[in-house]
């Protein structure tokens, strides 16, 4: 009994986290490089280790043609339902490196969206399954890799109580402009655990406002 109550206590511990493996309908894991929690629906706690990058396991293998200003629909598996923002970030693939290796270290990464609460008794955020990222019109025609993250907030009074769910998809935008983008990051580099969007108590007093880590959100 001890046993199986054990292993039921492991089946709610893995069904009470996510993924993200795929964007637009894709195979799961093909144009998203294939991350590390693809099995165990994991996160990463740690703001300075490698894996906040794209917490990947495996090189990628596809690409997906996307216009600049349409939208990419980003997977969450099964959806992101603890309580955090939802952020997405690009970096682009310099010309002549292979896309699928390319590894995206140093100040390389600009956001594109960050995800505000609604306010009130409680702070509240989308938790869907599917989430609609605009690729900013002006941003130059090529590849490039893009950092889809959730995090998850539930637990984040005590320093290292984030969660991060993320993976990166590999994109070629078409059309486009000439815009070069701004406020560049690294990760890791672009969090730090005492961030007040990292370290905060969303339930009690209930924050009034809140501020997304990370750098400006870049704009056309």
């Not at 603890?82 to 956001?111: C, I, M």
Request: glycine share 8%.
């Amino acid at each position: 009994m001890k046993t199986f109550a054990l292993l039921l206590a492991a089946a709610s511990a893995v069904s009470a986290h996510y993924t993200l493996p795929t964007i637009n309908g894709a195979p799961a894991w093909s144009a998203v490089r294939q991350a590390k929690n693809w099995q165990n629906n994991g996160f990463v706690g740690d703001v300075t280790s490698s894996d906040i990058r794209c917490n990947q396991l495996y090189a990628g293998n596809e690409t997906v043609s996307v216009a600049a200003g349409s939208s990419v629909k980003v997977n969450v598996n099964p959806n992101a339902y603890h309580p955090g923002p939802f952020q997405s970030y690009l970096a682009k693939v310099p010309e002549g490196q292979d896309v699928n290796k390319w590894d995206p270290t140093g100040a390389v990464w600009f956001r594109i969206y960050a995800e505000q609460p609604k306010f009130g008794s409680q702070l509240t955020w989308l938790s869907a399954a599917n989430y609609d990222i605009k690729i900013p019109s002006c941003i130059p025609a090529g590849k490039y890799l893009m950092r889809n993250e959730h995090i998850g907030l539930h637990v984040a009074q005590s320093s290292g109580g984030a969660q991060f769910y993320l993976s990166c998809a590999q994109i070629e935008v078409t059309g486009g402009g000439s815009k070069t983008p701004t406020n560049l990051a690294a990760f890791p580099g672009a969090y730090k655990a005492s961030d007040p969007g990292i370290l905060i108590n969303i339930n009690y007093p209930v924050p009034t406002s809140y501020v997304n880590p990370g750098p400006a959100t870049f704009t056309c």
